[in-house]
């Protein structure tokens, strides 16, 4: 069955270091891949998505993601981390083989060190 | 200011009295949908609707109704609540669906509580 994948439940990084967020999904072609983020108390908003064509994308915030359809990744990054960045972050994938519906990762829960 | 608002925000109630979430956007989508948030679990999916009068079952729609009499509304009934519906809820719309990946907006969520 399709699924997505965010490995790492809870990620504790400092204030101004670079950040990563990984992210696999298991589809047999390429999928349209999102990463949304949930602020506390918040609902859920885009940060970047991938359709085709250039694998880097560029989102919201200063967040940037790269697709690598070798690895079947699709990872999140951000070169410099602030304090309001802490909040959780979904991978999202979807196929229109598998009936037009959006695939969720668990969510990686990030906590920014001052 | 498009949005997707959710009313209420906050419920506590009891088991077996029925409540209503209303969902609203006004971004004149023709997606949406109904998501519970439990921890460990993730987002599942509870109903989608396609378009207005057609609506069709998620991942988790045991013990949720919907409707889509109108196409900025999309409420979410909860017939007879039992404590395992306790969770956080969101709804989400978005302009054609996720068939083409467009992106979802999301409302700030309902957080119920059934004991």
């Known amino acids: 069955a399709q699924s997505v994948t965010q490995p790492d439940i809870h990620i504790t990084v400092s204030e101004g270091a670079s950040l990563e967020l990984r992210c696999n999904y298991s589809y047999g072609a390429t999928p349209y891949l999102f990463w949304y983020v949930q602020s506390p108390g918040q609902g859920l908003q885009l940060l970047l998505k991938y359709f085709s064509g250039d694998t880097l994308v560029q989102g919201i915030k200063g967040f940037e993601a790269e697709f690598k359809r070798s690895q079947s990744s699709f990872n999140l990054r951000k070169p410099s981390v602030h304090w309001s960045d802490a909040a959780e972050y979904f991978c999202a994938a979807y196929n229109a083989g598998n009936n037009r519906k959006l695939i969720w990762g668990l969510g990686t829960s990030l906590a920014v060190n001052p | 200011e498009a949005q997707v608002t959710q009313n209420p925000r906050y419920l506590i109630t009891v088991t077996g009295k029925k409540l209503t979430v209303t969902c609203s956007q006004n971004?004149?989508?023709?997606?949406m949908s109904w998501y519970r948030q439990d921890p460990g679990l993730g987002l599942r999916q509870i109903y989608y609707s396609m378009n207005v009068e057609v609506t069709d079952k998620g991942d988790v729609p045991e013990g949720y109704k919907v409707s889509r009499k109108e196409k900025r509304n999309f409420p979410l009934i909860l017939e007879s609540p039992s404590p395992n519906q306790t969770s956080l809820y969101f709804c989400?719309?978005?302009?054609?669906?996720?068939?083409?990946?467009?992106?979802?907006?999301f409302g700030p969520g309902t957080r119920l509580t059934v004991t």
């Open positions: 989400a719309s978005s302009l054609y669906g996720t068939e083409v990946g467009y992106e979802q907006y």
């Open positions: 971004m004149n989508h023709e997606y």
